[in-house]
């Protein structure tokens, strides 16, 4: 059973670059996309971006300026950079693996346990 | 404002019936894209309960139930337990915003 823990800082100042990392074991990162997902109080689930096992990336394009998910297959992890961090962004962020369906969109069946962040001065 | 539209919170007594609605447009679920649906337990990470409009992964029990019509989608719970208590998210793709979309979700409250 494929498990997904991942740490990183949890409390920033506004303009840090949130960095966490989630590492995925029991499970291979072929064939699956691997993402982030956000949760605040005020806007519910927001999908951050992806990756696959090739690098191949897609993000949100209200964060694709900011935001970077990169993977290392030998250290079993996959990891999420944001930069220029604000109030707004604060929020529980997960890791998720992504099944491909094809044309169908993916669902997210493996969550990590969340992390929660908060961006103050 | 979230993409998919929920209705915030529902309630039902134990041993009812419970819809949950989710609907969206020309852009997602009117495009002919599948929904997922997700359930939160209080401090917990959101678990996949339906897939790919009506399939139940393994360990669900089949009190919950999915279907889809034109630009919308729902999430039937019979027999409802007081352990069903909890937020219920759909998701699918949307082609505007070129990635996958939640819906505000739903807080289900057992009488």
């Known amino acids: 059973q494929v498990q997904l823990q991942q740490w990183g800082a949890g409390l920033l100042k506004p303009s840090e670059t949130l960095s966490l990392t989630c590492i995925v074991s029991?499970?291979?990162?072929?064939?699956?996309?691997w993402n982030w997902i956000r949760q605040s109080p005020g806007k519910g689930l927001e999908w951050i971006g992806e990756i696959n096992h090739s690098g191949s990336t897609n993000y949100n394009p209200s964060l694709k300026n900011r935001v970077t998910i990169s993977l290392d297959t030998t250290k079993n992890h996959f990891s999420l950079k944001l930069t220029s961090m604000n109030g707004a962004d604060a929020a529980v962020y997960y890791c998720?693996?992504?099944?491909?369906?094809?044309?169908?969109?993916?669902?997210?069946?493996?969550w990590g346990q969340g992390t929660l962040v908060s961006v103050s001065s | 404002q979230s993409v998919l539209t929920q209705p915030p919170s529902m309630s039902g007594a134990p041993g009812q019936r419970v819809t949950i609605s989710c609907t969206g447009s020309?852009?997602?679920?009117?495009?002919?894209?599948?929904v997922h649906w997700y359930q939160q337990l209080p401090g917990t990470a959101p678990k996949l309960l339906i897939y790919r409009n009506t399939n139940r992964p393994s360990g669900v029990p089949d009190r919950f139930s999915g279907s889809k019509s034109v630009t919308s989608a729902s999430l039937a719970i019979t027999g409802l337990q007081p352990e069903d208590e909890a937020d219920y998210y759909c998701q699918s793709y949307d082609g505007s915003q070129s990635g996958s979309v939640f819906g505000g979700g739903t807080k289900l409250t057992v009488l």
């Open positions: 029991g499970g291979s990162f072929s064939g699956y996309y």
């Open positions: 020309s852009s997602n679920i009117g495009a002919g894209y599948d």
């Open positions: 998720a693996r992504g099944r491909d369906w094809g044309s169908s969109p993916r669902d997210f069946d493996n």
